[in-house]
């Protein structure tokens, strides 16, 4: 007997428990009508005493005649009456709902003066109604490259293995998706296209600059960039990886800088974007002790993952013409000691650009990363009183809920991490929007609907802390939930580091 | 047409009673078997594999009362065994989650005669049920028998969505605890 047995033990409940089951579904499809139906006649007889305390008889109406008290109710347009109706679509994403399904902005862009329709479609058996798109079972994120200056083209980037199939699907975009077969580890890629990428005129653009890449890379050779720390290739996970040394003077190598101003300029198309590596890769790759990772190129964006000796690592967005945005949500679990001080100026530096806030995510000095959250009432004064002693907040990662989001310039997301010596711990808030799966590395970290660590915040007492502090099998993160907040501890860490007694007090600080 | 004439049709042979079953919970049936197999092919299989079980077992059953339960208890079992099988290979989200939530519950025990402990387990669950309130047991029949999504059941019922993950993570250890009492191996 196994899990699938006990499903089916499930099935064979009483069928009256089955009956009642639909019924509660009818009964609230029929209380939700009968509540549409009554509001809707309320409203309908307000708006008719109110129009009838309005008009007086011999009124003409523009549009209707139900108050009219003529025989003949005529109807004048006016161009005011033109004016006043909205435009139903603006070309924007709607506010209220998942920019993907939204009306598409202008679906085309210019590369090399030619014209590049793009279809709001994706390939055959992909949907992004779930944070899993068929078998992909990893981190999965959509990148918003649309931004004030061109909503021209939206990007949709997933990570991940398909399970128990041997590719990877590197990146998914409009109307394609970009399949990249790890059989060659350091050597170029191999692509598989699907028809849509036959047909489009975008995948063939993409592969065109992928084949040149790849070729400019096997002409270095990878021994050659070995031997003299120079830049190669290697594809991790199914993405393309470019890595580049930079040099005594701490300038990066001719080649790396060329390719990423090609980027920048929009010269190169996306390639593939990926995240940070786990704690296996990080260690594998932390020999190199200066180097910048080009990880993902479009013509509008590039996507880097910048890793220095003092430990310092963002990923970047760059959109063209020296806009900035941070994106280090997919790092800030790897990442180690960093200094976002050390990281502007090098940022900026690198680009020549300036940093943008109102992008979605920011790394933000503490002190600001106190006031935001100090804007977020319930978490205010949370930062300061977590610090455990001998540990230093060494980065805060924020996500901000966009304008495309349900609440602008709110804190979705924070992130923080605290540091001493080789030891880290991090905390995780999500305010609002909790998802059934969190992800990390192409991992899931927890799945809230099977994680048992989920706890009311009411409910946890400091006895039941110790107790899931002290629980051997407590390997997974603890929850817990205030409202629509979830507090995310990592329990391991804690548990290393403090006494239940001091988390106990931590979270009383934090949430009650 | 109710149920009961349905059934009818079934007992005089009459193969007009698939296109009636079809027609009246077809689309149902569907929605559990996808809710497992993650696919609207193989769901769709499920559905016609269904009808082929119902026909080869009605006669002898006569399910007037419940004949959408005996229908769900039969797609469901095929979905679950296609599941099964596919599982060798590799299996879907849904189902990972699904026997995941279950596994919390009971560990599978080995050796043990199937049919029998299925039967028990069915009782025990049953009972266990029994004495849950009807909003909870609702809850939970969706999420496992009719194997539908936490969101889905929430907006449904006109509650959160973490009102049912809370739920359904309770139930999973008041079931967890019940069956050890009666001695299963958990």
Partial sequence: MNEFDILKAVGDVDAAYIDEALAARRIKKRAKAFVIAAAACVAALIGFFVLKSLVKPGDTLHGSNAFNTTSEPELIATPNAVESIEPVSSGSPSVTEPWYHAAPPTPEFVYNGRTYTMERSLPNGFSLDSEIVGDLVAHIDYTYTFGERDQSLQVITCYGSVKGDAYSIAGLDEKYALIVAEDRIYHGLNIYTTSELNNSPVPELVIENMYKLSAKIDSIGYEYALEHEFVHTRIHEGELVLQGIRNANGEFIPELQRFIDAAANGEIVRLSTGQGFDKEDRAKYIEYNEYVELRGISNRLVYLKVNLTSGISAGINVLRGGYLKFDSQFFGRTLIKADESELMPFLEWIFGGKCDEENRFALLPMDQVHERLRENRRFGGFVPKVIPEGYKVSWAYIDYYSKYDAEPGKIKNLDICYTAEEEEIWIGLEIGDIKDLWYSNGKIVFDSMICDNMIEASELSLETLKALLNNPDLSQSLLIKCDDTVLLLDVPAFSDIWSADDVYTLLSSAIW | ?186
Wanted: charged share 30%; hydrophobic share 35%; aromatic share 8%.
């Fill in chain 2, 1 to 186: 047409m109710d149920d009961s004439r349905i059934v009818d049709l079934f007992l005089n042979r009459d193969e007009s009673a698939v296109e009636r079953i079809s027609a009246k919970y077809g689309e149902r049936l569907r929605r559990v078997a996808s809710g497992i197999v993650d696919d609207a092919q193989i769901a769709e299989e499920c559905e016609n594999d269904t009808y082929l079980e119902a026909w080869s077992s009605i006669p002898p059953n006569e399910p007037r009362e419940y004949l959408f339960a005996y229908l769900g208890r039969i797609v469901r079992n095929i979905a679950i065994d296609r599941s099964r099988r596919l599982s060798a290979q590799k299996r879907s989200a849904s189902v990972v989650e699904l026997t995941k939530e279950m596994h919390e519950c009971l560990s599978a025990p080995t050796n043990t005669e199937h049919e029998f402990e299925a039967r028990e387990l069915s009782k025990a669950i049953n009972a266990f049920l029994s004495t849950q309130k009807p909003q909870q047991r609702t809850i939970f029949i969706k999420r496992y028998w009719f194997f539908e999504g936490v969101s889905e059941i929430a907006a449904e019922l006109g509650c959160s969505e973490s009102k049912v993950k809370t739920t359904l993570m309770r139930l999973r250890e008041k079931l967890k605890v019940k069956l050890m009492e009666e001695g299963w191996q958990v």
